[in-house]
């Protein structure tokens, strides 16, 4: 019966979601809505879970309709079928009890080649152009500025159209990088609720690692050091065209994973040298603001920085 009860909440908790595609919530709500459907996959047998899904679908695309017209309920449907791919692949994982790492890179993989489809698929068949609606979007947003005649609220910036424009070729040029960095924080959140969620209803669920002890392939570092080399020696063509949008994508991709390790090789130093738990928190709240301390995860990868701080122990 709780089992129940708690299914039926969370049918709920995903119509809402569903719903708040349609306001400015979307921003935050987008990241948690493949949760409830991973968690009914999970919980639920398939017949069930079938039974729950088109329950929910039904009333998303009656009150889809009330709210516009049959085209407005159809739209928030197929969004609905976009975000349920991915908690499906998930939940299935779950189910075979598979590690949580193969678990977030699978549902960060499923949610990627989506992002391309529907790109490919728009392209091909609605001449829809992504780079061409960001500068759209981009232009809308900065007008309020270039009409300010008061640079005093402006801090004495005057907002051009060259700057527009500017802006938004490094919104398109970074498009590669944005899709990735989304894909993983979808499948990440999702993993870090649905986890202890389904613990606490008796599903047995592997955890991911502790942070202290991540240890990124160390073929990263060739990978950067070829990026940098290229644009230190590749010339105009490592600014421009393909190349320079592989480069642009490449490296701050790379960046964030060495921060990432770096984060790790904090904990793993607070660890084994007994500091007080807030100290590594607060140093790893601070990578992001802090320039060039990713570099920290870059040698931890390269040199056994772990093995003499643990062999200076013995």
């Not at 009330?66 to 085209?71: A, Q, T, W």
């Not at 193969?102 to 001449?127: A, N, P, R």
């Not at 270039?146 to 040029?173: C, H, I």
């Not at 793993?268 to 100290?279: D, E, G, L, T």
Request: charged share 10%.
């Amino acid at each position: 019966m709780k089992s129940h009860w708690t299914s039926i909440a969370w049918s709920f908790a995903y119509l809402l979601l569903l719903l708040s595609l349609v306001t400015p919530l979307t921003v935050i709500t987008a990241f948690l809505l493949v949760v409830p459907g991973t968690l009914l996959y999970t919980m639920l047998p398939r017949k069930k879970f079938l039974v729950h899904i088109a329950g929910v679908w039904i009333a998303l695309l009656a009150i889809g309709t009330l709210m516009g017209n049959y085209i407005f309920g159809a739209v928030l449907l197929l969004q609905a079928v976009y975000f349920m791919i991915p908690s499906i692949a998930m939940g299935h994982l779950y189910k075979k009890h598979a590690s949580a790492v193969k678990i977030v890179i699978t549902g960060m993989g499923v949610i990627l080649l989506e992002f391309l489809l529907l790109l490919s698929i728009g392209s091909l068949f609605f001449d829809f152009n992504l780079a061409s609606s960001i500068e759209d979007i981009m232009s809308t947003a900065v007008t309020p500025l270039q009409n300010v005649t008061d640079t005093t609220l402006t801090g004495g910036m005057v907002w051009s159209p060259e700057m527009t424009e500017k802006f938004s070729t490094y919104a398109v040029r970074f498009i590669p990088f944005t899709l990735i960095l989304c894909s993983l924080l979808i499948s990440s959140i999702t993993h870090v609720i649905v986890r202890p969620t389904l613990n606490s209803m008796g599903h047995v669920v592997s955890k991911m690692p502790p942070l202290r002890d991540w240890r990124l392939p160390r073929s990263l570092i060739w990978y950067y050091l070829i990026s940098t080399l290229l644009i230190m020696f590749a010339g105009p063509s490592a600014s421009e065209g393909s190349l320079g949008m592989i480069l642009d994508n490449l490296i701050p991709l790379l960046q964030v994973l060495f921060i990432i390790q770096t984060a790790s090789f904090v904990f793993f130093v607070a660890y084994h040298k007994k500091w007080y738990p807030v100290i590594p928190v607060l140093l790893v709240l601070a990578l992001p603001f802090v320039p060039g301390l990713w570099i920290a995860g870059l040698l931890d990868i390269a040199f056994p920085l772990r093995e003499m701080i643990t062999r200076s122990r013995r």
